[in-house]
C-alpha cells in the first residue's frame, strides 16, 4: 500500500514532510492548551458560583494561568518551526 | 470623533497596498531587519533597524506617559487623567508587585517590575498601531505596516536576561552565597539528589527561555495570523473572499490589544517580581 503510495509520488516529498510536521506539532500543541485553558475557565466559573465574594482575587490567578496555559502553545509552535527551518 | 479614529485605524490596516507592491505576499518579509543607520563597533552590530526605532519610541511615549498620568499638576480632587494615572499605579502595586514581592523588598523592587510592565504594554501595543515604519515607499509614499518589536527573540531575550541577573544577584546579596544556593537543594533522600538538583538548575535556566519565548511568540504569532489572513487574498488572487479575510482578521485584531497585549505585559512582570521575590526569601 505505502510502497504504491511512495511510487505515485512525485516531486519533493520532503517539503511535504515538514508541512505535516508543522501542522502536528502546532496543532497538538493547541489541543492540550485548549483543555487546560477550557479548565481553568470552568473552575473559576464553579469558583464564582461557589462564592462571588472572591471574584477580585480570583481574576488575577485566573488570567497569570491563562497566560501560562496558552504559552505552551507556543512552545510546540517554536519546536515545529525549528523543526521546518532546520531540517 | 473616537468612533471615527478607529474606523480610519481599521481601514489602514486593511489596506492592500504593500501586498500590491510587492507583487507577492509573504508575511515573513515583515519581520526581516534591514539596517537604516549602520554602527558597527568591532564584532558589535548596533545598526539602527526597525525594531531599534520601535523600542526607542516605545520608551519616549513610556517615560511620556508616566510623567503626564502620574507626576504632571497633582490634585487633591483627581481628574480623568490622574485617576487613570492611579488605576495604572495601583494594578502596579497591589496586582503585581504585592504578588511576589515581600515587603521588606517591595520598596526597592516596585520601580523595576512597574516600568517593565509599563514598558511591554506600551511597546506591544504600539505594534498593533499602523505606522509609516515599514522602510518601505510606494509610489513615493512610506508604507503603513503593524510590527511589535517584542516579536523579535533579541528584545525579549534582553529584558528576560535583566529579570534573571537581578534574581540571582539579590538572592546572594539578601541570603549569602551559601544559604541561596543551598535553598536549591530540596529535602529529599541523598540518592535522589543526584537527579533532582540539575533538575532544579535546569529550571532556573528554563525560566529564562519560558519567559522571553512567552512573549516572543504571542507577539509574533499574533502579527502572523492577522497579516496571513490579509494576505489569504493576495495568495489565493481573489477579492470575493475579503469580507470574510477582513472580518476574521479584525477579530483576531481585537482579540490580540484587548487582552493579549495587556495580559503579557502583566504576566511578564508578574512573574518578575515571583522570581525575585522567591530569590530574597527561599522557602528552604
Redesign the interface.
Given at each position: 500500500m505505502l510502497a504504491t503510495i511512495l511510487a505515485a509520488t512525485s516531486g519533493d516529498v520532503t517539503k511535504a514532510g515538514k508541512a505535516i510536521g508543522l501542522a502536528l506539532g502546532v496543532g497538538l500543541g493547541a489541543a492540550g492548551a485548549g483543555v487546560g485553558i477550557g479548565l481553568i475557565f470552568s473552575s473559576m466559573i464553579q469558583s464564582v458560583a461557589r462564592q462571588p465574594e472572591l471574584r477580585g482575587e480570583l481574576t488575577g490567578i485566573q488570567w497569570l494561568g491563562f497566560a501560562l496555559t496558552e504559552a505552551v502553545v507556543f512552545y510546540g509552535l517554536l519546536g515545529s518551526i525549528l523543526a521546518f527551518v532546520l531540517v | 470623533m473616537r468612533r471615527a479614529l478607529v474606523a480610519i485605524s481599521l481601514l489602514a490596516l486593511t489596506l492592500p497596498s504593500q501586498a500590491l507592491a510587492r507583487g507577492e505576499f509573504d508575511p515573513t518579509t515583515e519581520f526581516e531587519q534591514h539596517e537604516w543607520v549602520p554602527i558597527h563597533l568591532g564584532p558589535l552590530d548596533l545598526s539602527i533597524t526597525k525594531a531599534v526605532v520601535y523600542l526607542m519610541l516605545g520608551s519616549l511615549l513610556t517615560m511620556a506617559l508616566g510623567i503626564i498620568l502620574m507626576r504632571w499638576r497633582l490634585n487633591v480632587e483627581p481628574g480623568t487623567r490622574q485617576t487613570f494615572g492611579e488605576t495604572i499605579y495601583d494594578v502596579a502595586q497591589s496586582?503585581i508587585a504585592e504578588?511576589g514581592l515581600p515587603s521588606k523588598a517591595i520598596g526597592l523592587w516596585f520601580p523595576y517590575v512597574a516600568s517593565l510592565f509599563l514598558f511591554i504594554f506600551v511597546v506591544n501595543l504600539i505594534g498593533f498601531i499602523p505606522l509609516p515604519l515599514t522602510g518601505e515607499t510606494w509610489h513615493g509614499f512610506p508604507v503603513w505596516g503593524i510590527y511589535a518589536a517584542t516579536s523579535s527573540i533579541s528584545v525579549t531575550l534582553a529584558l528576560a536576561a535583566l529579570t534573571f541577573v537581578f534574581t540571582h544577584f539579590e538572592g546572594v546579596r539578601w541570603n549569602g552565597p551559601v544559604r541561596y544556593f543551598k535553598s536549591w537543594i530540596p529535602d529529599a533522600p541523598k540518592p535522589l539528589l543526584v537527579l533532582i538538583v540539575p533538575l532544579e538548575v535546569l529550571g532556573q535556566i528554563m525560566r529564562l527561555i519560558?519567559l522571553s519565548?512567552?512573549l516572543f511568540?504571542?507577539m509574533l504569532?499574533g502579527h502572523i495570523l492577522i497579516l496571513t489572513f490579509i494576505g489569504l487574498m493576495f495568495i489565493l488572487e481573489t477579492v470575493i473572499l475579503a469580507p470574510f479575510v477582513i472580518t476574521v482578521a479584525t477579530a483576531f485584531y481585537i482579540f490580540e490589544v484587548v487582552i493579549v497585549v495587556g495580559?503579557?505585559a502583566?504576566?511578564f512582570a508578574?512573574l518578575s517580581a515571583i522570581y525575585i521575590g522567591s530569590a530574597i526569601e527561599p522557602q528552604h
Open positions: - | 496586582q504578588q519560558s519565548v512567552r511568540a504571542n504569532a495580559i503579557q502583566f504576566i508578574t
